[in-house]
């Protein structure tokens, strides 16, 4: 194959926790009758809330076919390639299994934002029944030097708090807000989605939504804009290089010689699956080998009601631009090169495009 494919996962191969349907059709013509897959296949989700693993395993009872953690990219992926942090102390918001998922990543030093709240339980007053009842002494100073966003955490007001508490004492949570302190200590974010698909009628809120309060609380508080050292997860341009290279070392490790020229994304997210791939064509496909194409399928946040239009080449623009703040809106990354109903329509079409007889 000289082509692969790069499946956002909800609202394309499941609603929640619900397999829509057309996944396993479209799966079982891209793996051979033991198993292994024709094509080399990544699945690039902006969930972070648990380990490749993980994910793994779910993928491959919901679809029926063996999936390894090396085919999985969660929207924190790429942070095994910020090694200068690896070694510091970070605080790292979000849910699920943190610790090891930072650990996993390379990260030495992650404390979690419960973790801090019981080093200093005077920060989170918000609800009145959690507010300590005996007052503690502050323990020894400690000092964080980076803050790492994951995903959405469960409790918004605390984890927004001590995050603003961090960035204002230049990683001393406790001190005195600094009136000199800007730029503030590193901030890394994975996955800027706004909303996203689940099982409920209406899309969700994301962790995008959860980034655009802390902007505005900083930038109220401040008068500054909060800075990012990196933003990762879809629509950035490290996810989409970072799953190019997995592509290639499936295909290397299947001995597959011919070049791969052609990624396709399959997601049902313009703001994220169709914008980063047509940023990723525009601005970085001619430095690297292969050219990226989006396919919009209408299982998730993007559904028309309506059918399917016959020529996509129609503009499809939203009054709102739902991407995150450091991200431009053009109307031309937005407008997909296929709208297909499913994905097992998106395969047969990408099969068709490609010539390619499983």
């Known amino acids: 194959p000289s082509f692969g494919f790069l499946f956002d996962i ?6 929640g926790k619900t397999p829509i349907p057309a996944a396993r059709a479209a799966f079982r013509k891209l793996v051979n009758s033991q198993g292994q897959f024709l094509v080399p296949v990544v699945f690039v989700t ?8 993980k994910k793994a395993d779910q993928l491959s009872h919901l679809l029926g076919v063996p999936i390894s953690q090396d085919q999985v990219m969660m929207s924190h992926s790429p942070l095994r390639m910020f090694k200068h942090y690896h070694e510091k102390c970070v605080l790292v918001s979000g849910q699920g299994p943190l610790l090891d998922i930072a650990q996993d990543l ?14 200093r339980p005077l920060l989170d007053a918000v609800d009145h029944d959690r507010r300590p009842s005996v007052l503690h002494s502050q323990e020894q100073l400690f000092s964080l030097c980076t803050v790492v966003l994951f995903g959405e955490p469960v409790r918004w007001e605390t984890s927004l708090q001590l995050i603003i508490d961090v960035l204002l004492t230049s990683g001393y949570p406790g001190n005195p807000y600094e009136q000199e302190n800007y730029p503030h200590i590193p901030v890394l974010a994975c996955n800027m989605d706004l909303m996203w698909v689940a099982e409920a009628q209406s899309p969700r809120f ?5 980034m655009v309060c802390l902007e505005n609380i900083y930038k109220k508080i401040t008068g500054k804009d909060l800075k990012y050292e990196a933003l990762m ?4 341009r490290l996810t989409y290089q ?9 295909a290397l ?11 396709y994304a399959v997601g049902d997210n313009l703001m994220t699956d169709v914008y980063g791939a047509n940023l990723w064509e525009n601005e970085l496909a001619s430095a690297a080998a292969a050219h990226c194409r989006s396919v919009l399928v209408c299982t998730g946040v993007y559904n028309p009601h309506t059918e399917v239009p016959l020529d996509t080449r129609d503009s499809i623009t939203e009054a709102v631009f ?3 703040r450091d991200f431009r809106f053009d109307p031309a990354l937005v407008e997909p090169d296929h709208i297909v109903p499913d994905v097992d329509a998106a395969v047969d079409l990408v099969f068709q495009l490609e010539d390619f007889a499983p």
Not at 253 to 263: A, D
């Open 106 to 119: 390379g990260f030495c030093q992650p404390i979690t934002i419960d973790a801090l709240r019981e080093k």
């Open 322 to 324: 739902h991407g995150h």
């Open 233 to 236: 997860g879809k629509p950035s």
């Open 10 to 15: 909800d609202g394309v191969l499941v609603r």
């Open 206 to 210: 994301g962790h995008g939504t959860f």
């Open 253 to 263: 490790q299947r001995s597959w010689e011919q070049p791969i020229h052609t990624l």
């Open 242 to 250: 970072y799953a190019e290279h997995l592509i290639r070392a499936q």
């Open 46 to 53: 902006n969930a972070g809330n648990c380990l490749r693993q």
